[in-house]
């Protein structure tokens, strides 16, 4: 079956530090994956995507890899500040599918000051 | 500022009733989403639209549930007869991709439903 998956459990980590997300995905072929932010009682925000094509994409203190053969995304935010503290969420766009964007549940992270 | 604007932002209606959700895409936008947000199960795509035309919605109950865009400037969600399980935030979101261009997705605010 297709499933995207992201760590279920609440992300933890001090002021400072590098919070590290994942998505691992299984019986997709996406064209890109996009990460998104959502903070609590509102709609996902855009943050950065990246093509299936690319390895690795920066953006300012983000930073996300894409992984075909393992079928696996990370999001690093570096030098994280407590208001970084949201749902991190994962999604896939399938072409082949007619453009269908695809989420994860989403990673909570929480960043301690 | 160009915005996806959904409305009514809260409902509350007793079981059987029929619930109208309306999302406005931003302006030039020709892609919409439809999703459903619970604790359970996340966001999950519902329908999503392109140029007007409905590309998919299996994953939305169809003996309940339509979708449909009767202009550029409005996309409508329907559940009739509704149940307490639809009881969740609905999601619009718009963008403007295509085949060939990458596109973000923008999402409204979201319009939660409670079913009595």
């Known amino acids: 079956s297709q499933k995207i998956e992201q760590n279920s459990e609440a992300l933890n980590i001090q002021e400072g530090k590098t919070a590290t997300l994942t998505c691992n995905y299984t019986n997709y072929s996406p064209a890109y994956l996009q990460w998104y932010r959502q903070d609590p009682g509102r709609g996902p925000v855009f943050l950065l995507l990246?093509?299936?094509?690319?390895k690795e994409k920066r953006k300012e203190r983000l930073k996300v890899t894409f992984d075909t053969t393992l079928k696996q995304s990370l999001f690093h935010i570096t030098a994280s500040q407590p208001a970084d503290s949201a749902t991190y969420l994962c999604?896939?766009?399938?072409?082949?599918?007619?453009?269908?964007?695809?989420f994860g549940q989403g990673t909570e992270l929480s960043v301690k000051p | 500022d160009a915005r996806v604007t959904q409305t009514p932002r809260h409902k509350v209606t007793e079981m059987g009733q029929e619930v109208t959700m309306r999302c406005q895409p931003i302006l030039g936008h020709n892609t919409v989403f439809w999703y459903r947000q619970t604790m359970m199960q996340g966001l999950e795509l519902l329908a999503y639209f392109r140029n007007r035309a409905p590309l998919d919605d299996s994953g939305m109950p169809k003996d309940r549930f339509s979708a449909e865009m009767p202009d550029a400037t409005l996309a409508t969600l329907k559940i009739q007869p509704s149940e307490p399980r639809d009881s969740a935030v609905y999601f619009c979101?718009?963008?403007?991709?295509?085949?060939?261009?990458?596109?973000?997705?923008?999402f409204g605010q979201g319009t939660r439903l409670t079913v009595v």
């Open positions: 999604a896939l766009l399938i072409y082949n599918q007619g453009g269908k964007l695809i």
């Open positions: 990246i093509r299936e094509n690319e």
């Open positions: 979101a718009s963008g403007a991709g295509t085949l060939l261009l990458e596109a973000e997705a923008f």
